[in-house]
C-alpha cells in the first residue's frame, strides 16, 4: 500500500514567517534549496541543517518556544514533507510562476528569480560538499543546467546595463525567449531527482555502490 502523498506547504504562512524574521533567502531559493537537499545522493541529510543555513547556520531569535515550532513546523513539517513528492515521476516539480512585464525591470527580475532558484537547487544538492557522486544523467543534466544559467546571468546583466538600448519589441522577444526556458530547467532538475532518487536507493540496498564524482 503507497503513502499517502504530503499534504501542499502553505505557501502564503512561510512567505509570513521568512520576511518575519529576515530570512536573507528568497521563498523561491528555499524551494529548490530543499529540493536539492531532498534529492542529494549524499547521505549526511539533515532538513535542521539546511534549515539553519537560510539564516547563515544558525536560527534566528525567537520570543516564544511557540514560535519556534510555527517556523520549524512550517518549513520542515510543512515545505520539506511537500517537496518530497516530485521523487516521483507522476509528481514533477514546477518552478516559481512569476507575471513579469516586458521591461527592462521586469525582465531583470525574472531572469534573477530563475538564477537564485537553480542556485538553490544546486547548494541543496551538493550539501555544503565541493564534489558529489552524481548519476550519468544528473551530471548530464547538471551541466546543462549550469550553462542555462550563465545565459539568465548575461541577460540579467545585460538588461541592468541601461546603456544597451532596447525597443519594447526587443524586450517582449527577450523575455518570450527567457520564459522558454522555464521548461527546460524543470526537465532537468527532474530528471536530476529521478536520477539521484534511485542512486540513493541503490546505496541504501548495495553500501559498496559508487558512481562517478562530479567536481
Given amino acids: ?41 549524499a547521505m549526511s541529510v539533515s532538513p535542521m541543517q539546511i534549515v539553519k543555513g537560510l539564516w547563515g547556520g544558525e536560527l534566528p531569535e525567537f520570543d516564544s518556544l511557540d514560535a519556534v515550532n510555527a517556523l520549524i513546523g512550517a518549513l520542515v513539517n510543512g515545505l520539506w514533507n511537500s517537496l518530497t513528492r516530485h521523487q516521483k515521476r507522476s ?24 538564477r537564485e532558484e537553480i542556485d538553490g537547487f544546486i547548494k541543496g544538492l551538493f550539501n555544503g560538499q565541493d564534489d558529489i557522486d552524481l548519476p550519468e544523467k544528473a551530471r548530464a543534466s547538471l551541466g546543462a543546467i549550469a550553462e542555462l544559467r550563465a545565459m539568465l546571468a548575461g541577460v540579467h546583466a545585460l538588461t541592468l546595463d541601461e546603456t544597451k538600448v532596447a525597443s519594447e ?47
Avoid at 525567449?177 to 530547467?185: A, C, K, N, S
Fill in 91 to 114: 509528481d514533477p516539480f514546477r518552478l516559481t510562476s512569476a507575471s513579469s512585464e516586458p521591461t527592462r525591470a521586469g525582465i531583470a527580475a525574472y531572469t534573477l528569480m530563475r
Fill in 169 to 215: 519589441a526587443e524586450f517582449a522577444t527577450t523575455l518570450k525567449l527567457i520564459r522558454e526556458m522555464t521548461p527546460i530547467i524543470e526537465r532537468e532538475v527532474n530528471t536530476i531527482v529521478m536520477a539521484c532518487t534511485r542512486a540513493r536507493r541503490q546505496m541504501l540496498q548495495y553500501p559498496d555502490f559508487s558512481g562517478p564524482t562530479i567536481h
Fill in 1 to 41: 500500500m503507497s503513502k499517502p502523498k504530503p499534504p501542499p506547504a502553505d505557501e502564503k504562512r512561510i512567505r509570513s514567517l521568512l520576511q518575519k524574521y529576515n530570512c536573507p533567502v528568497p521563498y523561491h531559493e528555499v524551494r529548490t534549496r530543499f529540493l536539492g537537499n531532498i534529492a542529494t545522493p
